[in-house]
T-cell receptor
Framework: DGGITQSPKYLFRKEGQNVTLSCEQN?????MYWYRQDPGQGLRLIYY???????QKGDIAEGYSVSREKKESFPLTVTSAQKNPTAFYLC???????????FGEGSWLTVV | GENVEQHPSTLSVQEGDSAVIKCTYS??????FPWYKQELGKGPQLIID?????GEKKDQRIAVTLNKTAKHFSLHITETQPEDSAVYFC???????????????FGQGTILTVHP
């Protein structure tokens, strides 16, 4: 099936540990995005990438890092510097010539 | 940067009634306005979108209207059904060629509940 796969679905980590969320897409999309969603709030952009080996900070990049070594992959690392990492994380992608942004099913991260 | 405000935050209707959700945006250069539906624990799904050169678009029971002068756009759902219950998000995207191109700014979301 074509689409965006995020893993793991649920992740628990201790405070102070880094954690990496995986995002893979087989849609041949050039652009990829990471959003964070907190209860009762809209989606906020963390990082985005429009081509391989290039990415830009979004509105809330502090405490996060990304890489874009392959077109189909855009992993997100939540570092210990992120003060409130517990949230629902959504990966998305878009064809560079299209308008529609497609979302994965999300990853729940809980830091205790 | 772009700022999108969405109202109401919660909306409760009876099955068969209409539901309207409204959004305003701040950047007059924004040119693309999608609406997403999100079910519990899942990623948002696009339900309808509109470009800035169009005033209204319909797809069966849902429609979106855009007023560029006032910088607001609305989602209309007619003949609501219980399966329409979900969180709905509006969004706005910056103009091509700018550094914000491709970035969507989302509203805060509306929890729609349709009672049987």
């Amino acid at each position: 099936d074509g689409g965006i796969t995020q893993s793991p679905k649920y992740l628990f980590r201790k405070e102070g540990q880094n954690v990496t969320l995986s995002c893979e897409q087989n849609l041949n999309h050039d652009a990829m995005y990471w959003y964070r969603q907190d209860p009762g709030q809209g989606l906020r952009l963390i990082y985005y990438s429009q081509i391989v080996n290039d990415f830009q900070k979004g509105d809330i990049a502090e405490g996060y890092s990304v890489s874009r070594e392959k077109k189909e992959s855009f992993p997100l690392t939540v570092t210990s510097a992120q003060k409130n990492p517990t949230a629902f994380y959504l990966c998305a992608s878009r064809a560079i010539t299209g308008n529609t942004i497609y979302f994965g099913e999300g990853s729940w991260l809980t830091v205790v | 940067g772009e700022n999108v405000e969405q109202h109401p935050s919660t909306l409760s209707v009876q099955e068969g009634d209409s539901a309207v959700i409204k959004c305003t945006y701040s950047d007059s250069a924004s040119n693309y306005f999608p609406w997403y539906k999100q079910e519990l624990g899942k990623g948002p799904q696009l339900i309808i979108d509109i470009r800035s050169n169009v005033g209204e678009k319909k797809d069966q029971r849902i429609a979106v209207t855009l007023n560029k002068t006032a910088k607001h756009f609305s989602l209309h759902i007619t003949e609501t059904q219980p399966e329409d219950s979900a969180v709905y998000f509006c969004a706005a995207r910056g103009n091509a060629g700018g550094t914000s191109y491709g970035k969507l700014t989302f509203g805060q979301g509306t929890i729609l509940t349709v009672h049987p």
